[in-house]
């Protein structure tokens, strides 16, 4: 039962560099989102999507973009890394209703040189 | 706009003592809250959540929506329950729901 699964765990990027966050989940949730954890910020919603092939904006939107062509799979990308993107990534599902529980990946630990 | 607040960054007790994690929030409707907890080295799971009810690890939450908080409390603490606190808020936004947290509480909790 592997829930949501996150790779890789750790990465070093260079500025302008680009690489791609993944996630997977094998429950079946149609709610999926991506957060980014920074000490002092909590954790602040960058998208999310309600299902395949619809994704939304959240808080912090800028620099990444989002697909989701799977119920299983929510990819981020980072499209050309900065320093400001260091952070703690998790990836999140559940399903959809305000009262489900969000299961999360464990995170990817993101350093851009 | 929905928000929540957590005042404190960090909250020190001894071991056996009470603890009470602040958590405030701003929503004009209806929304459910939760806790969720981070131990070292593992991902965030759920604690407890407001329309459960429940007492999960000696942790028990009100929801009190005159003052529009949701504190987590315990009455004695155990080294144990030192980890990352979050709170969060769940409601519907633009018809889809949107989980909104808190900056936060990092308990530490003394021997």
């Known amino acids: 039962n592997a829930g949501v699964t996150q790779t890789p765990k750790f990465q070093v990027l260079k500025t302008g560099q680009s690489m791609t966050l993944q996630c997977a989940q094998d429950m079946n949730h149609e709610y999926m989102s991506w957060y980014r954890q920074d000490p002092g910020m909590g954790l602040r919603l960058i998208h999310y999507s309600v299902g395949a092939g619809i994704t939304d904006q959240g808080e912090v939107p800028n620099g990444y973009n989002v697909s989701r062509s799977t119920t299983e799979d929510f990819p981020l990308r980072l499209l050309s890394a900065a320093p400001s993107q260091t952070s703690v990534y998790f990836c999140a599902s559940s399903y959809t209703g305000v009262y489900t529980e969000a299961f999360f990946g464990q995170g990817t630990r993101l350093t851009v040189v | 706009a929905q928000r929540v607040t957590q005042p404190e960054k960090l909250l020190s007790v001894f071991k056996g003592a009470p603890v009470e994690l602040k958590c405030n929030y701003s929503?004009?409707?209806?929304?459910?809250l939760f806790w969720y907890v981070q131990y070292s080295r593992q991902r965030l799971q759920l604690l407890l959540r407001h329309i459960s009810r429940e007492s999960i690890k000696g942790f028990t939450a009100d929801l009190n929506k005159g003052e529009t908080s949701f504190h987590l409390k315990k009455p004695f603490a155990q080294e144990e329950d030192s980890a990352m606190y979050y709170c969060a808020l769940s409601a519907n936004s633009g018809g889809y729901q949107k989980v909104t947290f808190g900056t936060g509480t990092k308990l530490q909790v003394i021997p």
């Open positions: 929503y004009s409707g209806s929304p459910e």
